[in-house]
């Protein structure tokens, strides 16, 4: 009897649940050329051949060269070593340190056999997507088991591995994790097809089952390998670039912001914005080419930390950042301004312990700049609906180019990054009277996660009730600046 289908999308019987088809006939083997002993070993499953390095392997390796990719993999696992690919697997040890990790390796071992032969659009092997979508966790600071599913992201789908081989060899939780990509990648193909994205509200409803129906790190590994396609989406025709550039505008890109990964965020975003308006695109990296100040912000920080000191004012941070590209455009279009008139392009945050220390940090950054009129907006004392708290200035720096500069108090800034007045909340724009409500002391509703989990959530409780925060697997990335919405004291 066929398994009855769990996949929650409920779109299509999951690959490991749909029936197995028959092992090949010697005969049909044979008419297609493939060597007949060693595939048959290798092929039949389960059980699983238990392979020995020492033994036949010699033999084996060159019977499976022609094998079906999970008959391969199999025997690749069990055989140890690179494959073809060793180059690869340097390189991406040569980046991150966790690509020598045991199961890491073995997962590159399955994956390089699994694909082997693929290539992507580009003519590139397919398994360099892989290994760079597990770069890109690993860049993250995922642990073993996401990194590795990372590696084997594709092996279900595009390489017919089935949930159990990936049990057996790699352990449940990396199994769950390409399934649980797998998943993920049945909707969103689905979403794509019905043209989902493009209605705000289904979008909205979409990132939610996203977000609800798996692990955060199955999430994470599919935000990865997303950011990966976006970033080699030159090969496809204009036609599938528009169509993947506008879901992951729609679906992709928020999703990293509501997980905090505000440089994937960008990058997304950036990259939908090159496909889908190229000529807005053009015409603002061109002038952006003669704006954007990369010494700019270190510069007025450094100026900035060293007056504090001199006040003797202690703070808890001060850091800057660039304006995204698409975050620019988006401002421009929204208030009908003109790049000129975006005073924010280069910013700057202070973080300090109490309101007297904002205002006092105030009146030295009005000593030390001079202030653009108009531009202050002191939301401490008149606090925005949604209780977003901040002190707002533009000065005009030594370059002559604006700076805005933030200034809050620790709590401020919690509130702001994780509180009502969330940010990635204020930047889809929730309408107010959902932001407002007064009675909620918890941000949102999350799902939750395995404690496992690389982004599970905690509350942590202070004197003014609970906040959620985003922890990272066993805290490693504690001072990533990559990732945003993570604040500790
Ligand atoms: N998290 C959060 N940040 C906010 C909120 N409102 C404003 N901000 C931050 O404050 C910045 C400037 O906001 P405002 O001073 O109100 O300025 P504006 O009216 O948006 O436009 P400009 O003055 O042109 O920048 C924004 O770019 C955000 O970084 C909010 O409700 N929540
Ligand atoms: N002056 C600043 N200094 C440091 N970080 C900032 C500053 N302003 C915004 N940020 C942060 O930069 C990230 C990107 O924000 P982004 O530039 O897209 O929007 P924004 O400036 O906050 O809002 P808007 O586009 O409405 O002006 C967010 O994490 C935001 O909190």
Redesign the pocket.
């Known amino acids: 009897m066929t398994p009855s289908v769990s996949c929650p999308v409920k779109c299509r019987p999951h690959p490991c649940l749909a029936p197995q088809p028959p092992a090949p006939s010697p005969e049909l083997l044979a008419a297609r050329g493939a060597p007949i002993a060693g595939e048959l070993r290798a092929c039949r499953s389960p059980p699983y051949l238990p392979l020995s390095r020492s033994a036949d392997s010699l033999e084996l390796r060159a019977a499976c060269r022609g094998a079906p990719p999970a008959s391969r993999a199999r025997a690749a696992v069990a055989l140890g070593g690179d494959g073809p690919s060793a180059a690869l697997i340097a390189g991406a040890q040569s980046r991150h340190a966790i690509f020598r990790d045991e199961l890491v390796r073995r997962a590159f071992t399955a994956a390089e056999a699994a694909h082997r032969g693929q290539v992507r659009a580009s003519g590139d092997p397919y398994l360099q997507h892989c290994v760079e979508t597990a770069a890109l966790l690993a860049e993250l600071g995922a642990g073993p088991a996401v990194v590795a599913a990372g590696l084997l992201h594709d092996t279900v789908d595009d390489a017919g591995l089935g949930y159990g081989f990936i049990s057996e060899h790699f352990g449940a939780g990396v199994a769950d994790l390409v399934k649980g990509v797998s998943n993920l990648s049945h909707l969103s193909k689905l979403a794509r097809r019905n043209d989902t994205a493009s209605r705000i509200d289904e979008a909205d409803r979409l990132r939610i089952v996203f977000l609800a129906m798996e692990d955060a790190r199955a999430v994470l590994i599919k935000l990865a390998d997303r950011l990966h396609n976006m970033r080699t989406l030159d090969s496809l025709s204009k036609t599938k670039q528009q169509s993947v550039a506008k879901e992951t505008l729609e679906i992709f890109a928020p999703l990293a912001n509501q997980l905090g990964i505000l440089n994937w965020k960008e990058q997304l975003e950036n990259l939908c914005f090159k496909y889908l308006y190229p000529e807005n695109f053009d015409e603002l990296s061109t002038k952006l080419i003669e704006i954007y100040n990369i010494d700019m912000i270190a510069a007025a920080t450094r100026r900035l930390e060293q007056a504090l000191q001199v006040r003797g004012l202690s703070y808890y941070a001060i850091y800057g950042r660039h304006k995204s590209m698409y975050s620019i455009y988006r401002k421009m279009a929204r ?1 009908k301004l003109v790049m000129d008139k ?3 392009i280069h910013g700057v945050r202070v973080i300090l312990e109490n309101k007297a220390d904002c205002f006092a940090t105030l009146e030295i950054i009005h000593h030390l700049w001079p202030r653009i009129p108009g ?1 202050f ?1 002191d939301y401490i004392n008149s606090p ?1 609906p ?1 209780r ?1 708290q ?1 002190l ?1 200035t533009v000065v005009l720096t030594e370059q002559t180019l604006p700076l ?1 500069i ?1 200034i809050r108090t620790r709590d401020m800034h919690l509130q ?2 994780f509180g009502i ?3 990635w909340r ?1 930047k889809e724009g929730y309408p107010s009277s959902l932001a407002c409500d007064a009675s909620s002391k918890e941000t949102h509703t999350i799902p939750s996660h395995s404690d496992a989990c690389l982004l599970s959530y905690s509350k942590q409780c202070d004197h003014k009730g609970p906040v959620l925060v985003i922890l990272l697997e066993n805290e490693k990335c504690k001072k990533s600046p990559k990732i945003g919405r993570y604040w500790t004291y």
């Open positions: 208030k975006i005073y924010d531009k907006k925005k949604n977003y901040s707002h805005e933030q702001a990054e007045a969330a940010h204020y």
